[in-house]
C-alpha cells in the first residue's frame, strides 16, 4: 500500500503532468529547482515500482524480470533491475543486484545522482540479506553435522545395549552369613 505522503506525491506528480509550465524566472535558484523535481520523480517513479512489485505474483515478477533486460540500461533502470533481482518472490540474485546498485552509486549521471538515497538504501538491505542468507546457510550445516553425530551416538548407544542383552547373567553370589 502507498503510504500518505507517497499518494500525494503521485497525486501532484501526476497533476503536473497535465499542466502546461509557466516560464521559470531567468534566476539561478529557478534552474535548481528542475533538477530537485526530477530527482524526486526518478526515485518516486521506482518507489512506486517496488509498490507495483509488492502486488505482483512470481510469474509476474518473472516476466518483469525479462522486459526490463530488454530496456537499455539507464539509471532507472538498473535500480528497476535490481528491486526485481533482491525481491523475495522472485528468483533472487542479490549478488548481482548490489552490483548493480554501485553502478548507480558510481555513476555521475543526473539521473543516478537523484537515485543515490534510495539506491543506499537498497544496497545496505540487500548486503545484509546477505549476509544473513550467510549466516543461516552456516547454521543449517552445523545443525546437520550435529543430527548426523547425534545419529552416530544413538547407534553406538543402541549396540552397546545389544552387546549388553547377549552377555550371560552372572551367577548370583551368596556371602556366608
Not at 503510504?3 to 497535465?18: D, H, R, S, V, Y
Not at 546498485?101 to 540479506?129: C, I, M, Q, W
Request: with cysteine; aromatic share 2%.
Amino acid at each position: 500500500m502507498f503510504t500518505p505522503a507517497a499518494m500525494i506525491a503521485l497525486q501532484l506528480l501526476a497533476a503536473g503532468c497535465g499542466v502546461t509550465p509557466a516560464a521559470p524566472p531567468p534566476t539561478a535558484p529557478a534552474a535548481v529547482a528542475p533538477a530537485v523535481a526530477s530527482e524526486d520523480a526518478g526515485q518516486l517513479s521506482a518507489l512506486a515500482f517496488h509498490q507495483t512489485l509488492q502486488r505482483m505474483t512470481p510469474a509476474q515478477i518473472a516476466r518483469e524480470r525479462q522486459a526490463l533486460t530488454a530496456l537499455p540500461p539507464t539509471p532507472n533502470n538498473q535500480v528497476r533491475i535490481a528491486m526485481v533481482l533482491g525481491h523475495p518472490r522472485g528468483q533472487t540474485d542479490l549478488a548481482r543486484a548490489l552490483t548493480l546498485l554501485e553502478a548507480v552509486l558510481k555513476s555521475t549521471d543526473t539521473g543516478a545522482v537523484g537515485l543515490h538515497p534510495l539506491v543506499r538504501l537498497l544496497a545496505d538491505n540487500y548486503g545484509e540479506r546477505q549476509k544473513l542468507e550467510g549466516q543461516l546457510e552456516k547454521q543449517g550445516q552445523q545443525l546437520k553435522d550435529s543430527q548426523r553425530k547425534v545419529s552416530e551416538l544413538q547407534e553406538k548407544i543402541d549396540d552397546l545395549a545389544d552387546i549388553e542383552r547377549t552377555l550371560p547373567q552372572r551367577p548370583r553370589t551368596t556371602r556366608p552369613a
